[in-house]
């Protein structure tokens, strides 16, 4: 932590600029360990972003805790998360059209996520694995006519058996 703190030090002084350091699960950080943050919060070399599952008023020492505003966030609702699957299923940066989600893939992948965004899109990428190999004998045979990508992909695959096994 202190070689952190010495290079944000540094890199306020010499450049002006400021470090953002995000800390996932800052309640497993220690007490020493927290008050090792402080000067740099303090001093504005670091920008601290910090993450927990905990209690903040419990699980992080409380000088840090008075130079920190405290945002919880809530769950995801079905609505959303359903937008967030189907847009990574279709976008280019995400699984850009390969799979199809049929409405009840759909609902069994939002009810899997229970509000989260991430485990949403862990159930989707588990799902759209599962449904490209148990149909990928049927695109290599289907090379040599080479249809799109997109329009194999969109004739052979579903996502609803292989989102049974995310669960």
């Known amino acids: 932590m202190r070689k952190v703190m010495d290079e944000a030090r540094d890199q306020a002084a010499l ?11 800052i309640h497993r950080f220690s007490k020493a360990q927290q008050d090792a943050l402080l000067p ?25 805790l008075s130079r920190s505003l405290v945002l919880t966030l809530r769950p995801l609702t079905e609505d959303d998360v ?5 847009r990574a ?15 009840a893939a759909l609902d069994h992948v939002v009810r899997v996520a229970s509000g989260d965004a991430r485990r949403a ?10 449904a490209l190999a148990s149909t990928g004998s049927a695109r290599r045979r289907s090379r040599s006519s080479t249809p799109s990508r997109r329009s194999t992909s969109r004739r052979c695959a579903t996502t609803r058996t292989a989102t049974s096994t995310t669960t």
């Open 121 to 130: 899109l862990t159930a989707l990428e588990a799902a759209a694995g599962g």
């Open 82 to 86: 359903r937008g967030l699957v189907l």
């Open 40 to 64: 740099g919060v303090e001093q504005r070399w670091v920008v601290l972003v910090a993450a927990t599952t905990e209690n903040p008023s419990f699980s992080v020492v409380s000088p840090l």
């Open 15 to 25: 450049y002006g600029r400021t470090t953002v350091l995000f800390l996932d699960e």
């Open 89 to 103: 299923a279709d976008d280019q940066r995400g699984l850009d059209g390969l799979v199809r989600l049929d409405e």
